[in-house]
């Protein structure tokens, strides 16, 4: 194994410990969608918002609600649907803002596209006079570039392919539903550990997660077979029986090296494209895209 680099990242990382290193079954997960009048947090504002704060599959706390802008902006009505009628007797999002703050504290925060409902949380705290931040989150929207090989990821897209009913889409509440969805299928392909393991792919940045990594220097020093799950730009995952001989942490992505089974062909494998290690040599699985 080449000893350039190493198995940590450089990179700022979420803070050690929960929740991010807790099992991510026991991982406390804010899944997030808003609605808004516009895309620019600066002046646009949130006129829906549904947060599920979820342990296990098991949801421990919920906020659904219309939100009525301060200043009665209103906007994308032809999106979701949302007029000024429709948010007249609606709570103000700072009056929301508690409950809001309860939902997120000490949470992985989880969303698709998770930049815009980061940066508008953000702004809508700052208008309530609360300091606010959420430096580190998930987003389905990468999980979903990574995990299957499909040639759109918006969440209508991902609701076609899964067949993840449509009804009310572009809705807070119905979004959740299917980001929890959409959050489960990648859950099944990536086998993560912890939420950090997740925070770890991230496509763009050509990035290796160091559980995989692990788990393919423990495979190389026992010299023992893994069934490699990668799955190659553009391409659907693949399978491979691999008999690993070294890891280039040198390069960039790292690869990880082998012979394949049977035919002993050589493999050079980008690190960050695999999307799991299996080590049991009966394990039968298949990807649910």
Known sequence: MSSQGSLSSARPSPPAGPPWDLPIREAPLAFVDLEMTGLDAKKDRVVEVCIERVRNGEVENRLHTLVRPDG???????VHGIDTAAVAGAPTFAELAGHVE????????????????????????A?????????????????????????????????????????????????VIALREVFERCIHVLEPTTARDLWE???????????????????????????????????????????LTAIDLGLDPPRVIGYQLPGRGRRELRADRILRIETDDDKDRTDPS
């Open 72 to 78: 009665g902006e209103m906007g994308n009505v032809h």
């Open 201 to 243: 792919v991230r496509i763009a940045e050509r990035k290796a997660r160091d559980q995989v990594l692990a788990q393919c220097k423990e495979a190389l020093d026992a010299k023992r077979e893994i069934t490699v799950v990668y799955r190659a730009r553009s391409r659907p995952a693949e399978p491979m029986r691999i008999i």
């Open 102 to 125: 309860e939902l997120l504290a000490d949470a992985v925060f989880v969303a698709h596209g998770a930049s815009w409902d980061v940066a508008f949380v953000r702004a809508e705290m």
């Open 127 to 175: 208008r309530t006079g609360r300091s606010f931040d959420v430096p580190f989150y998930l987003d389905t929207l990468n999980l979903s570039r990574r995990a299957f090989g499909l040639a759109k990821h918006s969440l209508d897209a991902l609701r076609t392919h899964f067949g993840i009913d449509p009804a009310r889409a572009h809705r807070a509440d119905a979004d």
